[in-house]
C-alpha cells in the first residue's frame, strides 16, 4: 500500500518556509519533528490553562502560552480504545466492529494491512515510535498471546519503528511492559500466565484477600494482585516483570527522553506518539508527588503528568531541537472521578471541576465526553493564542500528511480532514461537522455551534462512575454557543435545526453504523 505514495520534499519546505522562523536553507529543508503526548482520562476543567484553579499544572502553562489552546476541539470517542484507534486511522471507531473498550489480552484490533498515521509519517521519511499506554491490542488472537516470547502482530506492524508500551492498560493484566514485541525483565523460570475467564489455582484476588490490598476496588478490578491493587482479569508469574505503579510515568518519561536523545543524533525527524498513564485508574503516582495536590491521588496524579511534560519539554531545550518540534497534547477522552478504586477522589474533590463547565464525562455523548483539552506548539512558527474552532484528533492524520507532503492512498484516513492551516492558526475555518460516541455506541453530531443527539433507549445514567451518558428517548438539542454545559433541551424551539443535524448525521454515517456497530 505505502508503494503508492508520493513525497514531494518541495511542498514540505514551503509549508515550513511560510510559517516564520528561521529561513536558512538547513532549517527550511528539515522538516519538524512531531511529538503528540497523549494523556489518559484528563478533562476539558483538569488543567488549570483551561480554568482550573485548585489544581495549577504549570508546565502544561507555558506550553499553552507558547502555542495555540484550541478550546473546541474533540477526541474521536468518550472512551479510550475507540479514541485512540480513530486518531490513528483517521476513521471514525463506530464504522468498524471490535473497536470497543479493548480487554487486556485482546487481540490487535488495528491489523497490519491498515494504514495508520505512523506508516504516513515513516513514508514521509520520520523515524516513529509509541511509548506509554497502549490499550489497541496485540497479537493476531484475543487469548492466546504468547506474553513469554514475540507477541506479533505488534505496533511495528503498522508503522511503529520502536514501541515501549503496557501490554494493556494500568487496570488490567498482565502488569508488563512490552518493548518491540517482548516482555522486558522476564525470567524464564517464572513465565506468565493470562487468563481473563478463570484464575489460577492458589493465586490471591481483591475479592477474597482484601486484607492483601492496600488500593481496595469500588467496583470491579477485584481480580489478580499486583503490587497490593486488583486488577481486571488474573495473571501469575512473571514477577520479576512486574511493574511497580508508582513508576509507570517514570518510565514512561524515562523511555520518551531516551527515544528523543537517540532519534535526535541524526538529521532525521522523528514522530514520537508518548501516551501516558496519568491520569487513568489506578491512580498511584510516585511518593514524591503524594500529597502534594490536596485532592488526593487523583489530584497528585495530574501533577505527575505535568511534571512529565515539563520533563520531555527540558529535554527538547537541551538538545537544541526546541524550535524545530510540534508538540501537540491532548487526551484520549474526558474525565472520570470514580472509575473503580477507593482512592478518595469523589471524597476529596473539593472545588475542583474535572469537566469545567461541560456536561457529562467519560463515556458520555455530552460535550465532556468527547471535548478534550488540545495545544499544540511549534514555538516562533505558530502564534500563541486561544482557538475555539471546531477541530477532531481524526484530522491530524490528514493535516500532518499535507505538512509532510505525503499523499494518502484511496480510502486511508475516510474521516480525517487537512485543517493543517487551522491547527496552525493560519486560517479561521475549522470542521463543519464533528460525529460524537458514548460508550453505548450511540451517536450525536456537532457543528460548533450546534449539539444533536437522536433519541435512543440507552441508559441515561451511569450510577457507578456517577456520569450522565446522554442517552435519552426524546431527540436532544443544545445550542452550545451560550449554553455550553448543555442545560437546556431546546429542540422544540429549533425542529428545523434539529432536522438539519439529523440529515448531515445520517448523511456521515451512510448506512455503515448499523451494519458495524459493536
Known amino acids: 500500500m505505502r508503494t503508492n505514495l508520493i513525497f514531494y520534499p518541495t511542498i514540505a519546505a514551503a509549508v515550513l518556509s511560510s510559517c516564520g522562523g528561521k529561513k536558512d536553507t538547513a532549517e527550511v529543508n528539515k522538516k519538524p519533528n ?93 523515524s516513529t515510535g509509541v511509548i506509554g499506554k497502549w490499550h489497541l491490542g496485540l497479537g493476531d488472537k484475543a487469548g492466546q498471546q504468547d506474553w513469554n516470547g514475540h507477541v506479533s502482530p505488534n505496533p511495528s506492524d503498522i508503522g511503529f519503528e520502536f514501541s515501549h508500551i503496557m501490554a494493556a492498560t494500568a487496570d488490567r493484566v498482565p502488569c508488563i511492559w512490552i518493548e518491540n514485541g517482548r516482555a522486558l525483565g522476564l525470567s524464564p523460570d517464572d513465565p506468565v500466565e493470562v487468563s481473563y475467564k478463570k484464575n489460577f489455582p492458589g493465586e490471591p484476588t481483591g475479592k477474597d484477600n482484601p486484607e492483601l490490598l492496600r488500593l481496595h476496588p469500588s467496583h470491579g478490578h477485584d481480580m489478580s494482585i499486583v503490587n497490593g491493587i486488583s486488577r481486571i482479569g488474573y495473571m501469575r508469574g512473571g514477577k520479576s516483570a512486574l511493574w511497580r505503579d508508582q513508576d509507570i510515568q517514570d518510565s514512561i518519561i524515562a523511555n520518551a527522553v531516551r527515544f528523543i536523545e537517540e532519534k535526535s543524533s541524526s538529521d532525521k525527524p522523528w514522530f514520537l506518539y508518548l501516551a501516558t498513564n496519568d491520569i487513568h485508574v489506578p491512580r498511584d503516582p510516585h511518593e514524591r508527588f503524594v500529597g502534594k495536590s490536596g485532592h488526593g491521588p487523583r489530584g497528585d496524579a495530574l501533577l505527575s503528568f505535568d511534571w512529565g511534560v515539563g520533563e520531555v519539554m527540558k529535554t527538547l531545550e537541551r538538545l537544541g531541537i526546541d524550535e524545530n518540534t510540534i508538540v501537540v497534547l491532548s487526551s484520549d477522552n474526558g474525565p472520570v472521578v470514580d472509575d473503580g478504586y477507593k482512592d478518595q477522589a469523589v471524597e476529596l474533590l473539593g472545588d475542583h471541576k474535572p469537566a469545567g463547565d461541560l456536561r457529562g464525562g467519560k463515556y458520555s455523548n455530552y460535550e465532556a465526553g468527547t471535548r478534550v483539552p488540545c495545544i499544540l506548539r511549534w514555538k516562533n512558527h505558530v502564534k500563541p493564542g486561544v482557538n475555539d474552532l471546531l477541530m477532531s484528533q481524526l484530522d491530524w492524520f490528514a493535516s500532518f500528511a499535507a505538512m509532510t507532503g505525503v499523499t494518502l492512498p484511496e480510502g486511508v484516513a475516510p474521516d480525517s480532514e487537512n485543517h493543517l492551516d487551522a491547527w496552525l492558526g493560519k486560517s479561521d475555518k475549522g470542521r463543519d461537522f464533528f460525529v460524537t460516541q458514548n460508550i453505548q455506541n450511540f451517536l450525536g453530531i456537532t457543528d460548533g455551534e450546534w449539539k444533536f443527539i437522536p433519541g435512543n433507549n440507552g441508559p441515561s445514567y451511569n450510577k457507578q462512575t456517577n456520569t450522565e451518558l446522554g442517552n435519552d428517548p426524546k431527540d436532544q438539542l443544545f445550542k452550545l454557543d451560550g449554553d455550553r454545559g448543555e442545560s437546556v433541551n431546546v429542540i422544540d424551539k429549533n425542529p428545523e435545526i434539529a432536522a438539519k443535524l439529523k440529515k448531515e448525521l445520517e448523511r456521515i454515517v451512510d448506512n455503515r453504523y448499523l451494519q458495524n456497530m459493536n
Not at 503526548?37 to 484528563?42: K, S, T
Not at 478533562?43 to 478550546?71: H, Q, R, W
Not at 480513530?86 to 464504522?95: H, I, N, S, V
Request: net charge negative.
Open 34 to 126: 512531531v511529538l503528540f503526548i497523549y494523556a489518559d482520562d484528563i478533562g476539558y476543567g483538569d488543567l488549570s490553562c483551561y480554568g482550573g484553579k485548585s489544581i495549577i499544572t504549570p508546565n502544561v502553562e507555558k506550553l499553552a502560552s507558547e502555542g495555540i489552546m484550541f478550546t473546541n476541539a474533540h477526541c474521536g470517542a468518550s472512551t479510550s480504545t475507540p479514541s485512540r484507534y480513530g486518531m490513528l486511522t483517521g476513521e471514525y471507531p463506530w464504522r468498524k466492529k471490535g473497536t470497543g473498550i479493548a480487554a487486556g489480552d485482546a487481540a490487535m484490533i488495528i491489523k497490519p494491512n491498515i494504514y495508520t498515521m505512523a506508516d504516513m509519517f515513516v513514508d514521509a521519511g520520520y
